[in-house]
């Protein structure tokens, strides 16, 4: 079955570093990548959806130039949450729509603690 | 906007009682998907339903689709304790938007 792997699956850094998280599908072209933010006990909120080769569209309320997305291929889709501060703390998961099949597979998710 | 209403949102329940996740949503769509979320971890995807009427079961849970009355339900048999976790439905409306989530039931099943 589809596969996306996504890493790291936990990250700590000092308040103001960046933080890269990248996605990959493995067996099959995310034509889409979907990104979502989840706190503690709460929904999954999509952040910003991403199609290879185009920028992002952003949801509303979502900084754009500190939750970077870029999606340069068909298989590799990154976050980068730029000057990350205590509040940026989260769960962080991706989601890819294959050209080839109906639904979407998530990956492992991101676990960001900012200190 | 595509509004998705999950009730109960907390649900503690013994072992072997029958109970039932209820689904709402507010626009047209035919594609329905349930998901599980154990503490810390992504989510696990259960079901897809891709019409009216469609009903899938897996072990002791059943998942079915009513679009007319944009419903879907998540049922448990005979409830066991490994099936405690967050359930979410997510409705896919079409369009770029991807998924809308409901807000998840947390689920406690006790022995």
């Known amino acids: 079955g589809a596969v996306v792997s996504q890493h790291p699956s936990r990250v700590i850094c000092k308040s103001g570093t960046s933080v890269k998280i990248e996605c990959r599908s493995l067996d099959f072209q995310a034509t889409t990548m979907f990104w979502y933010r989840q706190f503690p006990k709460k929904s999954l909120m999509l952040m910003a959806t991403?199609?290879?080769?185009?920028?992002?569209?952003?949801e509303q309320g979502v900084e754009k130039d500190k939750f970077l997305i870029n999606h340069a291929s068909l298989t590799l889709s990154t976050l980068t949450v730029t000057s990350a501060h205590p509040e940026d703390s989260s769960f962080y998961i991706c989601?890819?729509?294959?050209?080839?099949?109906?639904?979407?597979?998530f990956g492992s998710g991101t676990r960001l603690t900012v200190v | 906007e595509l509004k998705v209403e999950q009730n109960p949102l907390f649900l503690s329940m013994q072992e072997g009682k029958n109970y039932t996740i209820y689904c709402n949503y507010s626009?047209?769509?035919?594609?329905l998907y349930w998901y599980r979320q154990d503490p810390g971890k992504s989510l696990e995807s259960l079901f897809v339903l891709l019409s009216n009427g469609a009903v899938k079961q897996e072990g002791r849970l059943m998942a079915s689709l009513d679009t007319k009355a944009r419903l879907s339900t998540l049922h448990i048999t005979a409830a066991v304790h490994d099936l405690s976790a967050t359930y979410f439905c997510a409705v896919d409306a079409g369009g770029a938007d991807g998924l809308t989530f409901g807000k998840g039931t947390h689920l406690i099943i006790q022995p």
């Open positions: 991403s199609n290879e080769g185009s920028k992002a569209t952003y």
């Open positions: 626009t047209t769509s035919d594609r």
């Open positions: 989601s890819a729509e294959g050209r080839d099949y109906a639904g979407y597979t």
